[in-house]
T-cell receptor, first 113, second 112 residues
Framework: GNSVTQMEGPVTLSEEAFLTINCTYTATGYPSLFWYVQYPGEGLQLLLKATKADDKGSNKGFEATYRKETTSFHLEKGSVQVSDSAVYFCALSGTTGFQKLVFGTGTRLLVSP | EAGVVQSPRYKIIEKKQPVAFWCNPISGHNTLYWYLQNLGQGPELLIRYENEEAVDDSQLPKDRFSAERLKGVDSTLKIQPAELGDSAVYLC??????????FGEGSRLTVL
């Protein structure tokens, strides 16, 4: 079945450091890929998405590229801020929409001033 | 615009007691989801509704869990009786039929 593997956290960075959170997936067919973020005390929010190979999703300075050859969707940001501290979830959907989301275990990011 | 509203935010019960969680989706969202999130894990789908019809409940443990979505708006998820292993966060989300999911803040259950 479909599955997502993401790096364990916590990831601890200083402000303005470069961020990479690795995500790889196993899926049949051509899934859509997503990154969700959960800020403390809030619900999950969609951060970005990509629906086909080589697509790049981007939002709020975060980027991720759908790499079919390496089955990866790594999340990157060039300069993190304290306000980026949150838990980040990689997810995939085997359909064109969001109906069959499969999530990774989440990676906690802690950014210090 | 109001988001997905869940209640209660926190619930502590003893094992074998019943518990219910309520979800009010975003207005106009016909699709409603209940997810289970165990500590340190990602959310897992329990059930998905299209209007009042449960179209995917394959992951719902039907011996003790039940859900309903009367009139295709609000939904209730019930556990009876609760077990220690049910301690988790229960997330509700809503969307348009193939659109982005919007999640509530979750209901955190502790079973003692």
């Amino acid at each position: 079945g479909n599955s997502v593997t993401q790096m364990e956290g916590p990831v601890t960075l200083s402000e303005e450091a470069f961020l990479t959170i690795n995500c790889t997936y196993t899926a049949t067919g051509y899934p859509s890929l997503f990154w969700y973020v959960q800020y403390p005390g809030e619900g999950l929010q969609l951060l970005l998405k990509a629906t086909k190979a080589d697509d790049k999703g981007s939002n709020k300075g975060f980027e991720a590229t759908y790499r079919k050859e390496t089955t990866s969707f790594h999340l990157e940001k060039g300069s993190v801020q304290v306000s980026d501290s949150a838990v980040y979830f990689c997810a995939l959907s085997g359909t064109t929409g969001f109906q069959k989301l499969v999530f990774g275990t989440g990676t906690r990011l802690l950014v210090s001033p | 615009e109001a988001g997905v509203v869940q209640s209660p935010r926190y619930k502590i019960i003893e094992k074998k007691q019943p518990v219910a969680f309520w979800c009010n989706p975003i207005s106009g969202h016909n699709t409603l989801y209940w997810y289970l999130q165990n500590l340190g894990q990602g959310p897992e789908l329990l059930i998905r509704y299209e209007n009042e019809e449960a179209v995917d409940d394959s992951q719902l443990p039907k011996d003790r869990f039940s859900a309903e979505r009367l009139k295709g708006v609000d939904s209730t998820l019930k556990i009876q009786p609760a077990e220690l292993g049910d301690s988790a966060v229960y997330l509700c989300a809503s969307s348009t039929p193939i659109g982005e999911l919007f999640f509530g803040e979750g209901s955190r259950l502790t079973v003692l």
